[in-house]
């Protein structure tokens, strides 16, 4: 039920080659405007890997998750125009267009087509990744954060991998569980406390 | 709702799951603008990034990226050259497999020849059987004495027509066949059919009812291959009938 025991070298890897790449990205965004398709490529190169990563955890269908990395690439090129090169944080953005496909996918799967399709394509708007603090994605700041999710106890680390793996609200964490709402949000509410905290104290150090 | 009681709920604001009277209150202070809100929500949108790239490292097959890069036009150069190479490939197995098909063709047409030959070679057999076996038939020999000249049996029977059997016969040459002729007693030959000789063997019929007893002679002559309106050559088949 744990993300992770122990942060692979890898990942470490792939994470630093994500923040060393964070002062390149506005470079990118803007080639990308100008429908550059090296800009693509390096954006792949970037980031796909990661994506694909993330699409594989919540999908757990390779052949599934490679059709969804193809369509969160497109979505991106498709709507990069409204993206602010500046301001804007291309990383967390694309992430969170590879979240939301896989878990648009797990939900059209699963029979759980709500209004959740509406909601996901405005939570990704690229507008909404202005002004995020790039440097989230910082080694030892992701590091931190981890150590803090391995603290909280077995029930706030399985509301917070059904929300964030699986795309569930907490009414469904409640049926799933089989447990009362309150209970639910009670422990989704202090998790993020203590991981909001956590990345507070990182991001002062 | 007060902004200091949604600040718990922003990361799932943030994730599209959160629901309810929470969900309703937030979406109201991003409508006015709220700058707490909106920061709120700025730090969540970086700490769910954080939070997503806690996943086992997975490697995705070098064709993702190609598929991707065609998905905005881009193809992939390799790609021109193995698809010319491959299309290459295709003309000559389509060009094989029209030989092959015409090949097969060729021998289907040969090896229905044949059945129709043996079909051929059946049929007057049973004809020759049925000659042999009818009691109306009337035998009429030739060529006796030394080996040499051909040799056989000419059988009449008034509505079978006419069998022909020969031996010591060769073949008739180059563009010749024989030709059978039936002589009328008084009259003139009329033709009765060409035929081959096979291992110097040969058997013909002529189909068709006969009046023997008006019949004088069977014979066979050389022809041109396409036969002949009257005998061209001395007959080296003669077979008097009623003798």
Redesign the interface.
């Known amino acids: 039920m744990l993300?992770?025991r122990l942060l692979?070298a890898?990942?470490a890897f792939?994470?630093l080659q994500?923040v060393l790449r964070l002062a390149d990205d506005a470079d990118v965004v803007r080639r990308l405007k100008e429908r550059d398709?090296k800009a693509?490529?390096d954006l792949?190169d970037r980031y796909?890997?990661?994506a694909?990563?993330?699409i594989?955890?919540v999908v757990r269908n390779?052949s599934a998750?490679?059709d969804l990395?193809?369509e969160t690439?497109?979505r991106v090129?498709n709507r990069v125009g409204s993206f602010d090169a500046e301001r804007g944080?291309l990383?967390?953005w694309v992430?969170?267009v590879a979240?939301?496909r896989a878990?648009d996918y797990l939900r059209s799967v699963d029979g759980r087509m709500q209004a959740?399709a509406v909601?996901?394509d405005?939570?990704e708007h690229p507008a909404?990744?202005?002004?995020?603090?790039a440097s989230?994605?910082a080694i030892d700041?992701?590091r931190r954060?981890?150590s803090a999710?391995e603290k909280l106890t077995p029930n706030q680390r399985v509301v917070?991998e059904l929300?964030?793996y699986e795309?569930?609200?907490?009414?469904e964490m409640a049926g799933r569980l089989k447990q009362p709402l309150g209970t639910v949000k009670t422990w989704?509410?202090s998790a993020?406390?203590i991981?909001?905290e956590e990345?507070a104290e990182a991001a002062i150090a | 709702m007060t902004c200091r009681e949604l600040q718990d709920a922003y990361e799932l604001y943030a994730l599209g799951v959160l629901e309810g009277e929470e969900k309703a209150e937030i979406d109201a202070h991003v409508a006015r603008g709220c700058e707490i809100c909106l920061q709120g929500l700025a730090d969540a949108r970086a700490m769910n990034a954080a939070l997503l790239s806690f996943v086992p490292e997975k490697y995705p097959s070098a064709r993702l990226k190609r598929r991707v890069m065609e998905g905005i036009g881009v193809r992939h150069p390799g790609w021109g050259w193995l698809g010319a190479f491959a299309a290459a490939l295709m003309l000559i197995v389509a060009l094989w497999l029209a030989v092959q098909e015409r090949e097969r063709t060729t021998q289907l047409a040969e090896a229905r020849r044949m059945v129709l030959q043996v079909s051929g070679e059946r049929d007057r057999l049973t004809q020759a059987l049925q000659f042999l076996s009818d009691p109306q038939t009337v035998p009429a020999s030739f060529g006796k004495g030394p080996a040499a000249p051909p040799r056989g049996y000419v059988f009449l029977h008034p509505h079978l027509g006419v069998l022909l059997i020969a031996s010591n016969l060769p073949a008739a040459g180059q563009g010749k066949a024989y030709e059978m002729w039936v002589i009328p007693k008084g009259g003139a030959p009329r033709p009765a059919g060409l035929f081959q000789s096979e291992g110097a063997r040969a058997v013909h019929i002529l189909n068709g009812p006969i009046d023997v007893a008006a019949l004088g002679a069977v014979v066979v002559t050389v022809e041109p291959e396409a036969g002949s309106a009257a005998p061209t050559s001395q007959p080296i088949i003669a077979a008097p009938v009623g003798t």
């Open positions: 993300l992770l692979p890898g990942l792939g994470i994500v398709p693509m490529s792949y796909g890997r990661l694909y990563s993330l594989c955890r390779p998750a490679e990395l193809q690439f497109m090129w944080a990383g967390p992430l969170a979240r939301n878990i959740g909601d996901l405005r939570i909404q990744f202005s002004d995020i603090d989230t994605l700041r992701v954060l981890k999710f917070i929300a964030y795309g569930m609200s907490q009414t989704t509410r993020l406390k991981l909001r990345l």
